[in-house]
């Protein structure tokens, strides 16, 4: 094979991964409408044209493995069987599992998985027949077999259909006492010609065995009166039977390129009716449109969006550029010439930045299709009644954003079914309904994304939750007097620790909810929790719309630059060291009548002798329900920040999210507040004016995460 045929190879298989992913969650989708609405043969008729189109993307792929099982699915669906509908659409269910397992093998190139389970039901689903035959009843006659014709044939059925055409399928039975059937099929054949175009024939003319039939498809403007009384020939013709294929026809002069699924649909005898936009202008031919979808890998984007922040860091090194030539040239008549360059090329770059940016957007309903099959799945395992409820599936996201909050969103369904969702007979015993619900839900928040997740359970206790975290020596009697019911409720997210009494398959050994925690710090998000004993519980997941550009406030503390997302921040406050106060473990400010709880970057500023105790900055930002104060040494202003992630090796701390490159060359760590503040509240010092520990890197460890984004300007 050439090395250009490799490729086309290549290309086919990566194609045929991506559809694969689409037409297996269809499959799943229609597994669980015939699980509601059983024996609905529109959609196992679905179901089949699903694995039908597997069979084929797999055999033109070379997976004969993939092909032969999606074959002899087809078949089972096609045949007759007595099987239930139940049965139907656990078939349904275990085909998408299983050819899932054959995609993701292929894709990363491993061993098969075992596809017996799948296939002792496809033999199980024809076996009723059989038997049904050895009873003593006379067992019934088997359907006639249907005509297999070929991918032309039924392409030219189609066309002549969307053309506006009649389109009969004939069947003309030859005399028994016929001495010449060759001829006779020859005769039947030219007897249509004479009223119309053949579409297809079988047996095919010429064909040199003898048939007790003849089967023909044409296109004719004769009723179908006139084709039986031109069929039925004398001493060579018994009987003839015609049927009109149904369906609504485009009218004279339109044209609809026939689709995939139409064609499939053919073998069903169900030709589907064409769109209202076919027959609008009976007038104008028209065309097959081109399809305007381009399918492009997300590496390329990733990519064109890289180039984006570079150009973004470049504009900002001109403007510092021109910001020292105004410095030193004040009356340059270039300058103003340049000012202007520069602000058109900054509107062309924002537009840019923005058209980028709605190409890796996709809508969450990308993300929300595949919860219906795992609520299904687990609440069958816990042997509960829920349903699923959703809401806001058209709100877009980045990309990137959503497949990381796919694992933290799959949790809370499960841990809302295994944890919140009570049992059938107690939800009855409630006066609840039987069935429980959980909700998922989208929707914008300014530039971030809200996802929520929310169930209608029994709540979590957090009296419980205390006693739990105080078993486990998280806190001590004393610090639990003192916290509040969501601090209380944040220990759920802490690692290994759960309150299920049990450990079962689905819950209880405290990993999960810590998954959620820790993968919205790295997203600069945040998860908070609402809940009410006996009414249920909502997880609110606060993510941003994207990672890649950010608008950012400087800082500094101990002469290092650092910066934090401007959304972040509520309101800046200016104060001295002496307003300060110590209350416990912490330091407090009172602004405007309310006590804000202090965390400090650095040391304190020792202030020289008689002179006033030095200024301050306080950074408010609210994280969850509370509102605290970073305390800063000075500030450096706004910045749009192209953020760069930064490996474990280069940022040896979570408080740290990324960094970037400001335009004089220097590097900006970007502080992660959630983190920030999830260490300051675990740390627990006693004397306030001392650095808390791990919460600013070392010169080291600067030193190495400069060196590195400069060796990757």
């Not at 499959?27 to 179901?47: F, H, T, W, Y």
């Not at 020289?608 to 450096?636: M, N």
Request: net charge neutral; with cysteine; proline share 4%.
């Amino acid at each position: 094979m050439s090395p250009s045929s490799d490729d086309r190879m290549m290309e086919l298989r990566q194609l045929f991964f991506e559809s694969a992913q689409e037409l297996l969650q269809s499959l799943n989708e229609q597994a669980l409408v015939l699980e509601k609405n059983p024996g609905d043969a529109e959609v196992v008729r679905s179901i089949r044209r699903i694995v039908h189109t597997l069979k084929g993307d797999a055999a033109a792929c070379g997976y004969r493995e993939f092909s032969e099982l999606a074959h002899e699915l087809e078949d089972a669906l096609a045949a007759e069987h007595t099987a239930s509908p139940e049965a139907l659409s656990e078939i349904a269910f275990t085909a998408a599992d299983t050819f899932t397992d054959f995609v993701t093998a292929h894709q990363r190139k491993r061993k098969l998985p075992a596809a017996e389970p799948l296939r002792r039901m496809i033999q199980k689903l024809t076996q009723p027949v059989k038997g049904k035959r050895k009873s003593g009843r006379k067992a019934a006659a088997p359907p006639a077999a249907q005509t297999a014709w070929t991918e032309y044939e039924r392409l030219a059925i189609q066309h002549s259909l969307h053309q506006g055409r009649q389109v009969y399928h004939v069947t003309a039975e030859v005399d028994p006492q016929c001495a010449m059937p060759i001829a006779a099929r020859q005769l039947v054949h030219n007897a249509l010609s004479a009223l119309g175009e053949i579409l297809a024939a079988r047996p095919e003319l010429g064909a040199p065995q003898p048939a007790k039939q003849a089967e023909l498809v044409v296109a004719s403007e004769k009723s179908s009166e006139q084709i039986q009384a031109k069929c039925l020939i004398p001493t060579i013709v018994s009987r003839v039977k015609i049927e009109e294929i149904k369906g609504r026809r485009a009218k004279p002069g339109t044209a609809v390129a026939p689709t995939e699924e139409s064609v499939a649909s053919w073998e069903e005898k169900a030709v589907p009716a064409i769109s209202e936009e076919a027959t609008a202008e009976p007038s104008k031919p028209q065309v097959a449109m081109p399809e305007n979808i381009l399918r492009v890998d997300a590496e390329r984007i990733d990519n064109v969006l890289n180039l984006v922040g570079e150009l973004i860091i470049g504009k900002s090194m001109l403007q510092q550029a021109l910001l020292e030539l105004t410095r030193h040239h004040p009356k340059d008549s270039l300058r103003g010439r340049l000012a202007d360059a520069m602000a058109f090329q900054a509107r062309v770059l924002n537009d840019l930045q923005r058209s980028v940016m709605k190409i890796r957007m996709v809508p969450v309903e990308q993300l929300f299709r595949r919860f219906p099959r795992i609520v299904r799945d687990v609440a069958r395992q816990c042997n509960k009644e829920v349903e699923l409820a959703i809401s806001g599936e058209n709100t877009d996201l980045d990309k990137g954003i959503l497949d990381a909050i796919a694992e933290p969103l799959t949790h809370l369904v499960r841990n809302a079914i295994s944890h919140g969702i009570e049992s059938a007979e107690e939800r009855r015993s409630l006066g609840k309904p039987a069935q429980g619900t959980i909700r998922l839900d989208a929707y914008h928040q300014g530039n971030h994304v809200v996802v929520q997740v929310s169930d209608d359970g029994r709540g979590i206790d957090a009296q419980k939750v205390k006693t739990k975290a105080l078993e486990q020596g998280l806190l001590s009697a004393d610090e639990a007097s003192r916290l509040s019911e969501n601090e209380i409720l944040d220990f759920v997210f802490r690692p290994g620790f759960s309150t299920a009494e049990e450990i079962t398959a689905i819950a209880g050994r405290g990993v999960g909810l810590d998954v959620v925690q820790s993968v919205m710090h790295r997203l600069k998000g945040k998860v908070d929790i609402e809940t009410r004993s006996g009414l249920g519980t909502r997880f609110r997941l606060e993510v941003p719309l994207t990672l890649a550009i950010i608008k950012a406030l400087l800082f500094r503390v101990e002469h290092h630059l650092y910066a934090l997302p401007l959304n972040a921040v509520v309101e800046i406050a200016r104060t001295h060291e002496s307003d300060l106060h110590q209350v416990g473990n912490y330091e407090v400010l009172q602004l405007r009548g309310q006590v804000l709880s202090l965390v400090r970057l650095g040391a304190r500023k020792a202030a020289p002798a008689g002179a006033r105790s030095p200024k301050v900055f306080v950074l408010v930002i609210t994280v969850g329900d509370r509102k605290f104060g970073l305390i800063v040494d000075a500030l450096e202003g706004e910045e749009e920040l192209v953020i760069k992630a930064l490996d474990d090796q280069a940022a040896p701390t979570e408080l740290v999210s990324g960094a970037s490159i400001l335009g004089d060359g220097r590097v900006v760590l970007i502080l992660n507040v959630a983190a920030v503040i999830e260490r300051f509240l675990k740390t627990r010092i006693s004397d306030a004016g001392a650095v808390i520990s791990g919460l600013l890197l070392s010169h080291a460890d600067r030193a190495r995460i400069e060196q590195a984004k400069g060796a990757h300007a």
